[in-house]
T-cell receptor, first 110, second 114 residues
């Protein structure tokens, strides 16, 4: 699976959009970009995933660049409950285990 | 929305004792996993399980660990003789299939070995 690079930490003002970047320059054609988050010692929570098109669900939007070498997770109106560690993970179509990196620690500030 | 559940939420045990951590995966899921997270560290893969057998296991998953699906709903992780370093959060996950489906995690069991 391709390696990802994320900033270790970010701050975001409550009510503003949180834009979390991820680089995955070695991604291959059959690899998806997945985002999970972990709110203080709780189980990792699935957010969204995509292959090459932008995706949106009730939690977030995922923007993947045309060359697929990077992506951005957007939380449109961050709340204090969005404070968590966010993991960008690249997984093959038939992946089995999920390998978590250090992620980005997002702090939403009142 | 269906969820993965785990019991107990917190288990305290003495070193050398056996513990069994229980998970109820989402009902129509076929692939099951255990992960652990030592305090302050990354979430680490332990084992994957499909069709009543282990598909893959990590170096952490040694002879002290075993997994079982004793019935149609539960998935268990047993640690035969716990060590201090087994203290961690243990997360169960499940997945419907391997094609494109997402892995969903439970809330975790905090295991404390004294």
């Amino acid at each position: 699976d391709a390696k990802t690079t994320q900033p270790p930490s970010m701050d975001c003002a409550e009510g503003r959009a949180a834009n979390l970047p991820c680089n995955h320059s070695t991604i291959s054609g059959n690899e998806y970009v997945y985002w999970y988050r972990q709110i203080h010692s709780q189980g990792p929570q699935y957010i969204i995933h995509g292959l090459k098109n932008n995706e949106t669900n009730e939690m977030a939007s995922l923007i993947i660049t045309e060359d697929r070498k990077s992506s951005t997770l957007i939380l449109p109106h961050a709340t204090l409950r969005d404070t968590a560690v966010y993991y960008c993970i690249v997984l093959k179509t038939s992946y089995d285990k999920v390998i978590f990196g250090p992620g980005t620690s997002l702090s939403v500030i009142p | 929305e269906p969820e993965v559940t785990q019991t107990p939420s917190h288990q305290v045990t003495q070193m050398g004792q056996e513990v069994i951590l229980r998970c109820v995966p989402i009902s129509n899921h076929l692939y099951f996993y255990w992960y652990r997270q030592i305090l302050g560290q990354k979430v680490e893969f332990l084992v994957s399980f499909y069709n009543n057998e282990i598909s893959e296991k990590s170096e952490i998953f040694d002879d002290q660990f075993s997994v079982e699906r004793p019935d149609g709903s539960n998935f268990t992780l047993k640690i035969r003789s716990t060590k201090l370093e087994d203290s961690a959060m243990y997360f169960c996950a499940s997945r419907k299939d391997r094609a494109t489906d997402t892995q969903y995690f439970g809330p975790g069991t905090r295991l404390t070995v004294l």
